[in-house]
């Protein structure tokens, strides 16, 4: 079967004054329909980049400098700027960060949905609020009617965020790609918003490409986990696999800097160090001056990636414990 | 809403009177228009019968007390140099400088919104660069300089436009409009151009810097991810947006504009108000100057009242309130 999204050695590079960012620099992996893949990784790591890329929506001095983006049998990369606009909010959408934002301030609802549903469909603006009508009743939002009319402050930040979801979900897209959308919110509503994207997604076999700096955020919800560190995808694999046995030391890190809940108050283990700029990066392993299992060949060569099994892909030399497939 | 338009023009009113007094004030202590009235060699009985007629050998309390009853009945006296109404004198003078200024208005709006959001949009380009320039340009551009050579360019050298006068009107309401005989536009045009200039430029900056600032946000990205085409992101989405600044600095040019357009109609020997206002005050023609700041002040509170009702449906987070934004 073909994967929903399959993305292979992804390169987007920012051409700047000061020199070459490689933002993303060469991400691979493939959603299958209906499954959740969790990409992980510290502010800064390409996520976000990741993403745009794969609508379509990196900006000059961005570029996507080579790799392949396939929806389905389609292959995406070096579609005119029409067909990808085609593509967008009706096979892959995508919800963003800070639900704030994301509403236009000075549009109604209605006019910020009927205008999506008919974007890309060919209907009377009557059915095309029926049908907004229909898709805010399924995120739950109660009397959409009124609210349709209701312009974005008069909504509570989880409720806007709804509102983007249902967005989001008009035209059932193959893939979903959601960019931290629950990071600004509080946490009973992040479990909330969650929820119910799992549930809207599995109802149609929609792909999600869930970004989050969070682990604890897709530990729950994720099928497969990929871990991202300045670029690029260091460990990949099922989330119970790579959570109960992390084999890339960037990922241990993740996990330990996790709050405990019968360790409440104590200090976190962050990771210690920051991400190094992606402007000029090391020629070894990117990771190597945060590492603690760093040994001299990290220094001086890039670690290529492993595949381990069938299911687990790592880039590292000394990876911790047996990598299980 | 009628509230407010009620309260705010309550408040006008207060201010007008309020205005009103202190001019008058300020104009009886600055000199006798006797004196610059009459002719040198006038005998003392002339004198007297001047001073008698115009009221002026009351003492100043008796004259105020007249001036302010006269007002609450919508008098403001006759004028002291031609001997008829003063608002009259102004409303024959009046058309010829809100078109002046409606047009220049217009000018601003059509060719300084598209103008501004282009070069935000190729900030980068020679296109954002050169519109950039020009508004610089137009910006520091003393007025009377840019009338004088147009009027050496297209009046004396080309000969494609009259070098001044009002030329040929239409009549509505009792009122000459340059605007309602197509053989007047030409004579509307260069004055009109010459005050645009600024605004133009005003509007190209405001433009400029909103569509720059628009475009990073993330209801646009959300905007492009759902699918729409440009025309209709920059046309709803950031136009909406960048409107809200715009309305708010127009309203309160097209105040100045018409107080102030005294510099453009000399040059163009247009017969506004705003030469009218000048004479006034040279021969300190008090029932003049008086009347004509009570008139500005209702239109500048006019104005304001629309754009704060504008302002409110351009932005529905503003609701009408006294004292503005
Ligand atoms: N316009 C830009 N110009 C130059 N570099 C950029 C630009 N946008 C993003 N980057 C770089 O791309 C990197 C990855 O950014 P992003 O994908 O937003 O990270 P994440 O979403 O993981 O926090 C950033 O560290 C930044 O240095
Ligand atoms: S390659 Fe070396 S430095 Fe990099 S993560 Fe693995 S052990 Fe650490
Ligand atoms: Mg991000």
């Given amino acids: 079967m073909t994967a929903a999204l399959q993305v292979s050695n992804l390169e987007t590079h920012f051409f700047t004054r000061a020199g070459v960012v490689k933002a993303v620099d060469g991400v691979s ?5 209906g499954e959740v893949l969790g990409l992980v990784g510290e502010s800064g790591s390409g996520k976000t980049l990741t993403a745009l890329s794969i609508l379509g929506l990196v900006d000059p001095p961005g570029k996507i400098v080579a790799g392949s983006i396939r929806l389905g049998d389609e292959e995406l990369t070096g579609l005119s700027e029409r067909s990808w606009r085609a593509i967008r909010g009706k096979r892959i959408a995508m919800i ?14 209605e006019t910020q949905m009927i205008e999506a549903v008919l974007a890309h469909a060919v209907m009377s603006k009557d059915n095309a609020r ?3 009508r229909e898709a805010l009743a399924r995120v739950g939002i109660p009397s959409p009617d009124e609210r349709l009319t209701a312009y974005p402050h008069q909504f509570s930040g989880g409720m806007r965020q709804r509102v983007a979801i249902a967005i989001a979900l008009l035209h059932s897209p193959d893939v979903l790609i959601a960019d931290e959308p629950t990071t600004a919110l509080d946490v009973t509503i992040q479990a909330q918003i969650v929820a119910e994207v799992q549930k809207l997604a599995a109802a149609t076999g929609t792909a999600i490409l869930w970004v989050t700096h969070d682990l604890a955020v897709v530990s729950g919800l994720s099928d497969r986990l990929a871990v991202m560190y300045a670029g690029r995808i260091v460990e990949e694999g099922p989330t119970t696999e790579v959570l109960a046995r992390p084999a890339h030391p960037y990922t241990q890190g993740l996990l330990r800097s996790l709050p405990v809940n019968n360790q409440r108050g104590r200090r976190l283990n962050q990771i210690p ?18 590492c603690e299992a760093r040994q001299e060949d990290c220094v001086s060569t890039r670690p290529p990636e492993s595949q381990h099994g069938t299911e687990r892909r790592l880039r590292c030399f000394h990876p911790l414990g047996e990598v299980s497939p | 809403m009628l509230a407010f338009v009620l309260r705010r023009l309550g408040q006008s009113a207060f201010v007008i009177v309020a205005m009103a007094a202190l001019v008058f004030l300020s104009v009886y202590a600055i000199g006798n228009p006797i004196d610059i009235l009459l002719a040198p060699d006038a005998d003392q009985q002339e004198r007297a019968a001047a001073i008698a007629r115009l009221g002026l050998d009351r003492p100043l309390w008796q004259q105020f007390l007249t001036f302010l009853v006269n007002l609450a009945q919508g008098d403001l006296g006759k004028s002291f140099v031609f001997g008829s109404d003063a608002v009259s004198l102004i409303l024959a003078r009046l058309p010829a400088t809100l078109e002046l200024a409606l047009v220049a208005l217009v000018l601003a709006i059509v060719a300084g919104i598209p103008l501004g959001i282009l070069a935000g949009l190729r900030s980068d380009g020679w296109i954002g660069r050169g519109v950039m320039t020009g508004s610089i340009v137009g910006f520091s551009l003393p007025n009377f300089w840019l009338g004088i050579m147009m009027i050496l360019l297209f009046a004396v050298e080309l000969k494609w436009l009259p070098a001044g006068g009002r030329g040929a009107t239409g009549t509505f309401l009792g009122l000459q409009f340059s605007l309602l005989d197509p053989a007047g536009w030409p004579n509307l045009l260069m004055p009109a151009l010459t005050l645009a200039i600024y605004k133009v430029s005003l ?42 600044p715009i309305v708010t600095v127009l309203g309160l040019e097209l105040g100045s504009m018409i107080a102030f357009a005294v510099v453009t109609e000399t040059v163009f020997a247009w017969p506004g108000v705003g030469k009218l206002l000048i004479d006034s005050i040279a021969r300190l023609d008090r029932p003049v100057i008086v009347a004509y700041l009570i008139i500005v002040v209702g239109m500048f509170t006019l104005i304001n009242l629309a754009v704060d009702i504008l302002y409110s449906i351009l932005d529905p987070r503003v609701r009408l309130a006294d004292g503005g934004h």
């Fill in chain 2, 203 to 244: 509007v190209i900056r405001l433009a400029y810097a909103g569509t720059r600032e628009a475009m990073l946000q993330d209801y646009v990205r959300f905007a492009r991810a759902k699918g729409l085409s440009p025309a209709r992101i920059i046309g709803v989405h950031v136009l909406k947006n960048i409107l809200i």
């Fill in chain 1, 130 to 132: 029926q049908r907004c």
């Fill in chain 1, 29 to 33: 992996f493939s959603i299958a329909r």
């Fill in chain 1, 96 to 109: 963003f960060q800070d639900p704030m934002m994301t509403l236009n301030p000075v549009l109604r609802i």
């Fill in chain 1, 273 to 290: 160090g920051s991400t190094p700029s992606l402007l000029r990066l090391p020629p070894g392993c990117p990771f190597a001056p945060r």
